[in-house]
């Protein structure tokens, strides 16, 4: 169908979390501002601005035939329902006729919630047991790609740097009981072992399951002693982040348990993936995430939302040791390529200089592009070229190649979700 073959503006949907940057702070609130000529409000917190086809944060065709489903605007959702070809054959065969990723940009003024995504066979369990809590039946792996100096914990730091928190944080050691200290700190090298993962396991669920009481004092020791050792010593960055944390949310076990996660720190153009079933929680910065297209999130602390404090200990890995950061592979001199290890999603990041061209050739599976910065020129094919701009997001279906060019005095700055390469192989 001609009409499945062309390029179709987005108007996407936002989040308003009161996580996110305030008004004209947050990249959101900008894109959002030009993306659907909305105007911000200068009080109110911008979250995620979402791409996709979730029921969650719908995407709505502009101004593009339909097939079969008239002039009007339509969701993007139900678009592709019409218009199956448009994600090719593959795609089709292996995921039916819906996008398999969401992608999103994330403006994050203060730390969100400890949690973990369910893997597929826990997704549909808990999506039957509470529908209203757990949004739908599949999992939710994703990659967060820096756009600017951003933060975040991710996953359970090695056994090593697990005894220097048993060795300095006296008062985990009180919570959680000095034999299961002591059979951690006295131990040789668990790294990998099983005996490491349950140790670890019942120390992290000792701390998760004390009581509001335990907890209560538990932060404000901790807040207390770092307060006064501040006076005659640099605290860590690991110390200081607890101590913001406890500003943000105080008496919650989460200020405690970020002791136990790696304290991630990436520079604009790093990345990191985050497997299903394993801990993390964004804290401040801004950045572009993909994900499979799904909402479902297990929290247990620094959060105001429901807390499901049994479901995240029983499912997570308790794998240990410092996160992969991805930095991108060149395709050409424009482009660069973040490839996490699962089927769904990739992303491209594309910055080009004034007056320059790139081509994104034609791939079997869709594509959704969003400019970041500045303005240009897109053609497919033979067809007139568009003008885009900050703001624009766009469908592309498979098969579709696309030439972009810079303005002459203006970059311009974006990227692309798409299905992992790897499945057209």
């Known amino acids: 169908m001609e009409g499945s073959r062309r390029p179709l503006r987005l108007r996407c949907s936002i989040q308003n979390y009161d996580w996110g940057r305030i008004g004209e702070e947050s990249m959101v609130a900008r894109l959002f501002e030009r993306n659907c000529a909305a105007e911000i409000e200068s009080s109110r917190p911008y979250a995620e601005f979402w791409m996709g086809t979730h029921e969650s944060g719908p995407s709505f065709v502009v101004s593009a035939p339909a097939a079969g489903l008239g002039p009007e605007e339509v969701t993007l959702k139900k678009w592709i329902g019409a218009n199956s070809d448009a994600l090719g054959d593959k795609v089709v065969a292996k995921w039916g006729n819906d996008l398999p990723f969401l992608f999103k940009i994330l403006s994050v003024s203060k730390a969100l919630s400890i949690q973990a995504h369910p893997d597929k066979e826990l997704a549909r369990l808990l999506h039957k047991m509470r529908p209203s809590v757990y949004k739908d039946p599949n999992h939710k792996p994703e990659m967060a790609i820096a756009l600017t100096e951003f933060r975040a914990l991710c996953g359970f730091v090695s056994n090593e740097e697990l005894k220097d928190v048993l060795f300095g944080v006296p008062e985990i050691r009180e919570l959680i009981g000095n034999d299961e200290a002591i059979k951690i700190i006295s131990t040789g090298d668990l790294n990998g072992h099983m005996n490491a993962k349950s140790l670890l396991q019942v120390v992290f669920f000792k701390l998760m399951t004390a009581s509001n009481d335990a907890v209560l004092e538990l932060v404000s020791k901790i807040k207390g002693r770092l307060e006064v050792e501040s006076k005659i010593r640099t605290l860590t960055e690991k110390e200081q982040l607890v101590l913001l944390l406890e500003k943000q949310y105080q008496a919650d076990v989460g200020v405690v348990v970020a002791f136990f996660f790696n304290y991630v720190k990436l520079s604009p153009g790093e990345a990191i993936y985050i497997g299903p079933n394993e801990p993390h929680a964004y804290i401040s910065g801004e950045c572009i ?57 990739e992303v491209d990041h594309c910055f080009l200089p004034p007056k320059e061209s790139v081509v994104f050739f034609a791939i079997p599976g869709p594509s959704i592009f969003i400019v ?28 579709t190649e696309i030439r972009l060019s810079a303005a002459a005095g203006r970059h311009i700055h974006l990227y692309r979700a798409g299905v992992n390469s790897r499945i057209f192989d």
Request: hydrophobic share 40%.
């Open 289 to 345: 995430e993909c994900m499979a297209a799904s909402d479902n999130v297990v929290r247990a602390g620094l959060t105001r939302k429901y807390i499901d404090v049994q479901t995240l200990c029983s499912m997570l890995t308790y794998k240990q040791g410092f996160p992969q950061i991805l930095r991108g592979v060149p395709l050409n001199p424009y482009i660069s390529r973040y490839t996490p290890p699962f089927d769904e999603f």
């Open 372 to 399: 970041v910065a500045g303005e240009g020129r897109m053609q497919m094919g033979s067809a007139v070229e568009e003008q885009v701009l900050e703001g624009d997001v766009y469908l592309v279906p498979a098969e």
